[in-house]
């Protein structure tokens, strides 16, 4: 494991702790908008997109249209992993982090300007299609930066810890749009909510470019980074190819051990929604209080796995929380459907609770599986073919599943299935931290 730590360690011995602070804040803040720019298309897709882009079709067949456009922001991140991971690679972390964030504001802004299908017809969805691509190839080349800045400036033995900053973008994320959809159907009506008041969210989203600006004005690339650039000295050559040819392995274990964390969450915030909705005829603001809940929990969660992650080492925390995924599958569902507030937010806490002890220490062990010549590419890959086949279809697959079977165990199984992959694919990862390092 010498290898993947190679001028990561090293590098940031020189760092002091301000700077590591700093890393870490503008990895959490620029990781949180988004996250946040990402999840409310979600909320929409499941409350009101279906109605405004795809009005004219049966209400199922909206419902599987509006996750279809959730679905292809998820088919472009890998695209997104390519080009930032080789721009990452090659001419910096902080370089590729700040580019990907002002792509996502400006895409995300966009939406919340988008004229509706009553306005311009077929045009509306097929630009809300483009826009969501754009959205996904931005989030495709964040994830690896923000990680990146902030497991990079880390002291070797809280990488899991300081790693897990950026991962704390997505709770609070989940927190804050579903929060704002929450005020704003209760503030103004569902007929004002449906007409305009879903736009608001993604206006918001204009606030990421601040965050750009001053970690292009703030930030210094990592001392990892700074390193391989002093030995390479031009010749090296495409960081993807290099990736491919030496780390295949690496790669598919990392896509397949995060299949079950992203299609897990996505079930959990985005599919419910739309499940309590309409299955269970529940009050959106029912399920929206779970999930904000559980999310609130999940962000205290995150930290404390990672940390855990320092002390046991990587892989029996990852794996703990994969075969706990398998063990809630359905009581997750079954909580669900009492229809009781509580129990939901009991059903989603548990599922919750699995995923966090994946997600906490995952920025940590993805970092650390591939060498920091092309980490960024690496990470990115691993992570973003994981999230094409977990979360970009979870909804969608799970939808399908319900209109097939008419019960709730469909989608259970499905999450069962989604775990077992997990688990195999973490058990046959190499373990990347030596906890005796830890003081």
Request: proline share 4%; charged share 10%.
């Amino acid at each position: 494991m010498a290898t993947a730590e190679t001028g990561s360690s090293a590098g940031a011995t020189a760092v002091d702790r301000r700077e590591v602070r700093r890393t870490s804040l503008v990895s959490l803040l620029g990781s949180t908008i988004e996250w946040y720019d990402f999840f409310i298309y979600g909320t929409a897709a499941a409350l009101v997109l279906n109605t405004a882009f795809f009005p004219s079709v049966d209400p199922f067949v909206g419902t599987l249209a509006a996750f279809s456009s959730f679905a292809v922001g998820f088919i472009a991140r890998p695209i997104g992993g390519i080009i930032w991971g080789h721009y990452g690679d090659r001419i910096g972390r902080k370089k590729a982090l700040v580019s990907a964030l002002f792509l996502m504001g400006g895409s995300t802004t966009l939406v919340g300007l988008l004229p509706s299908y009553a306005t311009i017809g077929v045009a509306a969805p097929v630009l809300l299609f483009v826009l969501r691509i754009v959205q996904g190839i931005a989030v495709g080349g964040q994830w690896g930066g923000a990680v990146l800045i902030a497991t990079e400036y880390a002291p070797a033995n809280r990488k899991g810890f300081y790693g897990s900053f950026p991962q704390l973008g997505v709770p609070i994320a989940v927190i804050v749009s579903n929060g704002i959809f929450l005020g704003l159907e209760a503030g103004l009506g569902e007929e004002a909510f449906t007409s305009w008041g879903w736009r608001v969210p993604f206006l918001l989203s204009v606030l990421l470019i601040g965050v750009a600006l001053y970690a292009q004005l703030r930030l210094e690339d990592t001392p990892a980074f700074k390193q391989v650039q002093q030995q390479s000295a031009g010749t090296r050559r495409s960081p993807v190819i290099e990736v491919l040819r030496s780390h295949p392995k690496q790669v598919l274990l990392a896509a397949g051990s995060f299949v079950a964390v992203n299609g897990g969450f996505y079930i959990y915030v985005v599919y419910v929604l739309s499940y309590g909705a309409r299955a269970l005829q529940l009050p959106e603001s029912t399920l929206l209080v779970g999930i904000l809940g559980s999310s609130a929990v999940n962000l205290a969660l995150i930290p404390l796995f990672a940390l855990l992650s320092d002390r046991v080492g990587r892989r029996p925390v990852y794996l703990a929380g994969a075969i706990g995924t398998v063990l809630v599958a359905f009581p997750v569902f079954w909580l669900i459907d009492t229809r009781s507030t509580f129990l939901i937010f009991l059903g989603l806490l548990l599922g919750g609770i699995a995923n966090s002890a994946m997600y906490g220490p995952q920025a940590a062990l993805f970092a650390e599986l591939f060498s920091a010549e092309v980490r960024y590419s690496g990470a990115s890959l691993g992570y973003q073919i994981g999230a094409v086949l977990g979360g970009g279809l979870a909804p969608l697959i799970a939808a399908s599943l319900y209109q097939a079977t008419g019960t709730s165990a469909s989608t259970s199984l499905y999450l069962l299935a989604m775990g077992v992959v997990t688990a195999v694919s973490a058990w046959l990862l190499h373990e990347t931290h030596r906890p005796t390092e830890v003081s």
